[in-house]
């Protein structure tokens, strides 16, 4: 059974180009977060999407959207990119009526803006 | 969201128990406590959770203070490959899991 993957691994973009993430959760999952983990810094909550639809959102500004297709998978869009948002990238999937709470995450994807 | 404070940094020894601390003094009722851990280069990693009893599984126990404003993750017998930062979360379930990442502490395992 395979985990959340993520893709691609690694990205360079250059100031003021647009960027795509891509995320597969885990089978069996029907929600996915989305968080920013800056170097030396714990992940930021960006945005959770479950049913296809936006149910929670950090402190992102609108550069940061997302979208999540019929099959449960995720994009993570990053418009007019910053040297700011040079970051790894972390994918979570969960059971959205779960009382758990247990997020299983991808090995993330690593983004170096120039 | 409620927040927690952790040590930055602990260094423990190989096959030796490690009590990770935790502070949370503005928990409220509904408030569950969460350990993550993330190992070096890969994404967080769930350890346990609990919300007023001590709880054990295959990789780690969480104490709970009898208040709740304080709660310890023991490892109890270290391995290299324990070495990661821990995370202690607060998760009250409110339609969203939103995952609130503190700092964590950085455990280091010396052979």
């Known amino acids: 059974d395979a985990g959340v993957t993520q893709s691609p691994t690694h990205l360079i973009k250059t100031r003021g180009q647009q960027v795509t993430l891509r995320c597969s959760p885990k089978?069996?999952?029907?929600?996915v977060s989305w968080y920013q983990q800056a170097l030396g810094q714990g992940p930021q909550f960006i945005f959770q999407?479950?049913?296809?639809?936006?149910?929670q959102r950090g402190n992102f500004p609108d550069r940061f959207s997302g979208h999540q297709f019929p099959n449960y998978s995720s994009e993570l869009n990053v418009n007019a990119l910053l040297l700011g948002d040079s970051a790894l990238y972390l994918c979570?999937?969960?059971?959205?009526?779960?009382?758990?709470?247990?997020?299983?995450f991808g090995p993330g994807t690593r983004l170096t803006v120039t | 969201d409620a927040k927690t404070t952790q040590p930055n940094s602990m260094e423990s020894n190989e096959e030796e128990p490690v009590h990770l601390p935790c502070n949370h003094s503005?928990?409220?009722?509904?408030?569950?406590i969460h350990w993550y851990r993330q190992l070096p280069s890969q994404g967080p990693e769930y350890v346990i959770h609990?919300?007023?009893s001590n709880v054990n599984n295959r990789m780690a126990s969480l104490a709970i203070a009898e208040d709740r404003k304080s709660s310890t993750l023991i490892l109890h017998r270290a391995t290299l490959r324990d070495a990661a930062v821990y995370y202690c979360?607060?998760?009250?379930?409110?339609?969203?899991?939103?995952?609130?990442f503190g700092q964590g502490t950085r455990l280091t395992i010396n052979p």
């Open positions: 999407y479950y049913e296809e639809e936006e149910r």
């Open positions: 979360i607060l998760l009250t379930f409110q339609g969203a899991q939103k995952l609130v």
């Open positions: 979570a999937s969960s059971l959205g009526g779960s009382r758990t709470y247990e997020q299983y």
């Open positions: 503005t928990i409220s009722g509904t408030d569950y």
């Open positions: 609990g919300l007023t």
């Open positions: 089978s069996g999952h029907d929600t």
